[in-house]
């Protein structure tokens, strides 16, 4: 490190919003996927499944987002 300069700090608020942002970008990815995949009604429906535990994930973590 250079003198005077402090290691970065990551923060709980740091960790969530990461947290939040990939799992946004899960439930874009898997409803993408139920769209393109039209040959395998169990593969579709396995990722809309997905979709829609990952948005309840989301939420949870906007929702922790929120009262930081």
Known sequence: LHAGLRPLQITNRDRVLRAWQNS?????????????ITSDKKL???????????ALHAASLLEV????
């Not at 946004?24 to 393109?36: F, I």
């Not at 987002?65 to 930081?68: G, I, K, P, V, Y």
């Open 24 to 36: 946004t970008e899960l439930v874009r990815d898997y409803q993408g996927y139920t769209h393109e």
């Open 44 to 54: 579709t429906e396995m990722f809309a499944q997905f979709a829609e535990d990952e």
């Open 65 to 68: 987002l929120r009262e930081m």
